[in-house]
């Protein structure tokens, strides 16, 4: 079920979490700050610094150099499960969401990262509430996450972010005022949203079918 529309507050999301209290998290969620060192106070920012750049590609490599030496494998197809899951499992069966949408793409570079023929793509689960901040069934619902590639990922996280278009986006689509447009490089029909990550401006791509769980 998608999310409601009321008023932002800055709250921590209960067990149980109400639909005006699970909305105004998701909205507080779609903007931070760039996070500042110490070494860097009293600092105007516009984005990150090419050192900063040169350590997130240096994490990519790194992630994908220790996933080269294990195996990887989702499997396809939806599961029916009837007992409580283990967070391995959760994410499991959010990798596999993702990947059925998205192919392994980013959802804002399209950068994919294969890892072999007998393996899955790599990605990056990004959630938009993170996990201490909402229970942990709920920030796993599919309305909460991103397919990011590593760099997006580090991005998305420690250069600021500001996505609020998302949610106006989102309310467009429930309304029927808005459609996805044919993107030939993506393969498909997307619903194209404005964003901006470190500073700069992006486009954040979601398949119908994900725009519909927001």
């Known amino acids: 079920e998608g999310i409601g529309g009321t008023e932002e507050t800055d709250i921590a999301i ?12 998701f909205k507080r969620s779609l903007t931070q700050d760039r996070r500042p060192s110490i070494s860097t106070e009293n600092k105007t920012w516009t984005g990150p610094t090419p050192e900063e750049e040169e350590k997130m590609r240096e994490y990519e490599r790194e992630t994908i150099t220790k996933l080269l030496k294990k195996p990887q494998h989702v499997e396809k197809g939806h599961k ?63 309305f909460n996450i991103l397919c990011l590639c590593p760099n997006c990922h580090a991005l998305m996280n ?36 404005p964003i901006i990550i470190a500073s700069k401006q992006r486009e954040l791509f979601h398949s119908p079918f994900h725009m519909a769980k927001i």
């Open 14 to 25: 209960s067990v149980s979490p109400t639909p005006s209290e699970l909305e105004a998290e």
């Open 80 to 142: 029916k499960v009837s007992y409580i899951k283990t967070e391995g499992e959760e994410e499991s069966m959010l990798r596999e969401f993702l990947l059925e949408q998205y192919r392994g793409h980013c959802q804002v570079c399209y950068e994919k990262l294969d890892l072999g023929p007998d393996k899955n793509p790599y990605f990056e689960i990004h959630r938009l509430i993170k996990k201490h901040r909402l229970y942990g069934e709920w920030s796993n619902q599919e």
């Open 158 to 193: 420690y250069g600021g972010r500001d996505l609020r278009e998302l949610f106006n986006k989102a309310k467009r689509v429930a309304k029927g005022e808005d459609a996805p447009e044919e993107v030939d490089e993506r393969g498909g029909d997307f619903y194209i949203t």
